[in-house]
């Protein structure tokens, strides 16, 4: 496996790739072309532009997150033909660039949410927290306002102030989007895109719904086992595959993500790997990456991901604010870098591991 780091590019990033190289055990990230909105055409000399950037720093650009899909596809409306044919050039670029892993999500309006994004925990450091009251306390027009004010002045990944201008519309566009016609709606992205993905090789793996559960009565699908399972099987190419989010997956505690990671074995192209912590239903708070910080057993799903033989992209998640870091919420530099070195710990433990001598 690859471990990586999500890196927003020079322009946007409080975190430096010179800094991000020097994590022991990171050799690429993930990235995207962050002044982008959903829908529009890659450039190609900005794609090679941001790859300079990352390889004079000795680093790879190993994948994307995200390329996101505009709300008509989402939706299915007639202009999504065209948004899909944009899509697909953008894709043939990427993949001219030699890159092969391509995150995106299906979420309806809103990508990851959450009540709070500085939650003050015991040890001084602060997390992002959801709480379901509190969300759905809030005008879901209000939402982009809610979020973007607790976002120490950066763009939150996914939600584009240019879309969120227009929520009200958004939300009369998916008036009448349910889950099925969500599945039916991906399974024709889907099925168009497959001839660029298998010429170039790459590989969709699609992100779990953050949390996994309907917010502001929007469907969403991409939250358990079965739903994942049913992705894979109703376009069952190798192309078609997953992003294995287990702080996404894990909010929900009746998601058991080692059974999971286990059930989509082959299908797994990305791995982002960090704690949650339940609280009481309905209310969970981001961790350090540590087993014991969280609700989650990090040995268990690392093992997991080692024992299907997974060779993908991996990155530790987001962290806690620690040491006065100062970072997009969730995206600093220090909490991550730990997470990357406990999650190269536990794989270096169990590939050595065997039996023990005595
Ligand atoms: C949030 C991220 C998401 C994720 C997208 C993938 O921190 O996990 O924004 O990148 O949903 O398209």
Redesign the pocket.
């Given at each position: 496996m690859d471990m990586t780091l999500r890196w927003f590019g020079k322009k946007f990033d409080t975190v430096k790739i010179e800094q991000i190289r020097q994590i022991p055990g990171v050799t690429g990230v993930v990235s995207t072309l962050y002044d982008t909105t959903p829908g529009e055409v890659w450039k190609k000399e900005e794609i090679r532009a941001l790859k300079r950037d990352v390889e004079d720093a000795g680093l790879k650009l190993l994948g994307i997150?995200?390329v996101?899909i505009h709300d008509s596809i989402k939706v299915g409306t007639p202009e999504r033909d065209q948004y899909i044919e944009n899509y697909i050039t953008t894709l043939e670029r990427l993949g001219e660039e030699d890159i092969h892993c391509i995150?995106?999500?299906f979420?309806p309006v809103f990508?990851?949410t959450r009540s709070d994004l500085a939650r003050p925990r015991k040890d001084g450091s602060t997390v992002l927290a959801y709480n379901r009251d509190q969300v759905e306390a809030i005008d879901p027009d209000k939402m982009f306002d809610s979020m973007q004010e607790k976002a120490n002045g950066a763009t939150l990944?996914?939600w584009e102030p240019e879309r969120m201008a227009k929520i009200k519309e958004l939300f009369e566009m998916y008036a009448d989007v349910d889950e099925e016609k969500l599945f039916n709606n991906l399974k024709y992205f889907l099925e168009a895109i497959r001839p660029v993905c298998e010429k170039y090789d790459i590989k969709m793996a699609i992100?779990p719904d953050?949390p996994p559960w309907p917010v502001f009565g929007l469907p969403r699908i991409m939250t358990c086992k079965e739903n994942l399972i049913r992705l894979t099987k109703m376009v069952d190419a190798e192309f078609n595959g997953i992003?294995l989010?287990t702080g996404?997956l894990g909010s929900n505690p009746d998601n058991d993500i080692p059974d999971i990671i286990r059930s989509l074995k082959g299908r797994i192209y990305f791995a982002?790997v960090r704690n949650v912590k339940h609280n009481y239903p309905g209310d969970f708070e981001e961790a350090a990456h540590l087993s014991s910080d969280g609700s989650l057993d990090m040995y268990e799903i690392m093992k997991a991901l080692y024992d299907i033989g997974f060779d993908g992209l991996i990155r530790p998640?987001?962290g806690r604010a620690i040491w006065g870091e100062v970072s997009m919420p969730?995206?600093g530099l220090y909490d991550r870098a730990l997470g990357a070195a406990y999650l190269n710990g536990i794989w270096e433990a169990i590939q050595k591991g065997g039996e023990r001598k005595r």
């Open positions: 997150e995200s996101n995150c995106y999500n979420m990508d990851w990944p996914g992100h953050d992003t989010c996404s982002h998640d987001h969730g995206y």
